[in-house]
């Protein structure tokens, strides 16, 4: 069983709004992704973190921001939301073990519904 | 990164194998294939990968071809909570993975 956590599960918030959507594991991974999902579609890879103090942006452009200041945590921000912020947003975190290898163990995932 | 193509829907009846094609025509030597799944509005698990050689483990078989050009999942019986979104990717280390659209398997009772 992974231990990947994500809270709040589901969110549903006004525009303007600050939000930051938690991503705890425990598991010691040294990497950890955000990806954006909206229903029926493609994941998106939007921040990924190989380690702390290291974030990257991913292969789609989000006006989110990431921090990774904890081994174990990789919250992501949203300064002011908006309605098209509305999406699933899926942590997942991962080893750097052998080479080739890259099983990514993901949380739960959080709703965000901006009205 | 090599493009993979998979169709974009199977069904198969419960309890039977249900074999998912995956043609990666472009993969490059050192790519493994990876796949992964999807069940409805949850994160994606990782299901197996493998390189050149046939892998199997509690939960699939992965078949590569020869020329590594295409590979086929099997899932020995499916069951109704086997419906999901398969993903195949291909996959180089320092590289991110990719998900593309993946194949949507229905399993029939």
């Known amino acids: 069983e992974a231990d990947i956590y994500q809270t709040p599960r589901y969110l549903v918030i006004g525009t303007g709004k600050k939000i930051t959507l938690e991503c705890s594991q425990t598991?010691?991974?040294?990497?950890m992704y955000w990806y954006q999902q909206d229903p029926g579609m493609e994941l998106h890879l939007i921040h990924y973190?190989?380690?702390?103090?290291?974030?990257e942006k991913g292969d789609l452009s989000s006006e989110s921001t990431v921090s990774r200041i904890r081994t174990e945590h990789f919250p992501l921000t949203l300064e002011s939301a908006r309605p098209s912020h509305t999406s699933q947003y899926l942590c997942?975190?991962?080893?750097?073990?052998?080479?080739?290898?890259?099983?990514?163990?993901f949380g739960p995932g959080t709703r965000l519904t901006v009205l | 990164d090599a493009k993979t193509t998979q169709p974009p829907s199977m069904d198969c009846a419960e309890g039977r194998a249900a074999n998912l094609p995956c043609n990666h025509s472009t993969i490059s030597g050192n790519e493994y294939v990876y796949w992964y799944r999807q069940i409805h509005s949850q994160g994606p698990q990782y299901i197996i990968h493998g390189l050149k050689n046939n892998e199997t483990n509690e939960m699939a078989s992965l078949i590569i071809t020869e020329d590594r050009k295409s590979s086929t999942l099997i899932l020995p019986h499916a069951t109704l909570r086997d419906t999901a979104v398969y993903y195949c990717i291909a996959y180089r280390a320092t590289n991110k993975l990719i998900f593309g659209t993946g194949t949507l398997l229905a399993v029939q009772p």
């Open positions: 997942a975190s991962s080893d750097s073990t052998g080479m080739g290898y890259n099983e990514q163990f």
């Open positions: 598991m010691g991974h040294d990497k």
């Open positions: 973190s190989y380690g702390v103090n290291s974030t």
